[in-house]
């Protein structure tokens, strides 16, 4: 059975830094693409960012509102996807999803962050 | 790059049949598969239809997913309607510069 398991997420101030976790079990980590998605209290979903596999090139790509300022980063040794997220902004508070890219795509259960002074 | 436009929301009565419908602002909507995730309140979304119309194992033959190239659009179709159906539905595609674009959701009461 596919696992995702995100961590890490808390209050942090305009500004800070944070990083998120994704602990993935019952798949090959190593060859699967991963994303991050996003969803702010009481909006949709929004999509932050993939991570290709290293077999695919490992490249990333990331949505307009957050490239630059977060990264997307594995480590197949642990099963492990991380998203660093530097410079955040209010509009950052949302709930951050982990899933498996390819389709059909599993998530994970979520983990909070809020942006706030 | 494109839009994915949903109703805000629809509503319909246990056993009947509701469709959603998910309408591609620019491109084909054949171009690329469209998915549809279901997400029940206060828990994380779970994938019900990929690729225009497979259903992923577990998933009841009610659902179901198809597009129309006239309109540029997809569809969800939930049949047999059960009150656990009650969700945010969002479509999702795709295109050579943008990995996955959402629909705004649709909010589907069973009544």
């Known amino acids: 059975e596919v696992q995702l398991v995100e961590s890490g997420g808390g209050l942090v101030k305009p500004g800070g830094s944070l990083r998120l976790s994704c602990a993935a079990s019952?798949?090959?980590?190593?060859?699967?693409?991963m994303s991050w998605v996003r969803q702010a209290p009481g909006k949709g979903l929004e999509w932050v960012g993939r991570i290709k596999s290293k077999t695919d090139g490992g490249t990333t790509d990331y949505a307009a509102p957050v490239k630059g300022r977060f990264t997307i980063s594995r480590d197949d040794s642990k099963n492990t996807l991380y998203l660093q997220m530097n410079s955040l902004k209010t509009e950052d508070t949302a709930v951050y999803y982990c899933?498996?890219?390819?389709?059909?795509?599993?998530w994970g259960q979520g983990t909070l962050v809020t942006v706030s002074s | 790059n494109f839009m994915l436009t949903q109703p805000h929301s629809v509503s319909e009565s246990p056993g009947k049949t509701v469709t959603i419908s998910c309408t591609r602002s620019s491109g084909s909507i054949a171009s690329n598969y469209v998915q549809w995730y279901q997400q029940r309140p206060g828990s994380s979304p779970t994938t019900v239809i990929y690729e225009d119309n497979q259903r992923p194992s577990g998933v009841p033959d009610r659902f179901s997913g198809s597009i129309d190239s006239s309109s540029n659009s997809a569809s969800l179709t939930i049949s047999g309607l059960k009150t656990e159906d009650e969700a945010d539905y969002y479509c999702?595609?795709?295109?050579?510069?943008?990995?996955?674009?959402f629909g705004g959701g649709t909010k589907l009461t069973v009544l």
């Open positions: 899933t498996t890219f390819r389709q059909p795509a599993h």
């Open positions: 019952g798949f090959t980590f190593s060859n699967a693409w």
């Open positions: 999702q595609s795709y295109d050579s510069s943008n990995p996955w674009v």
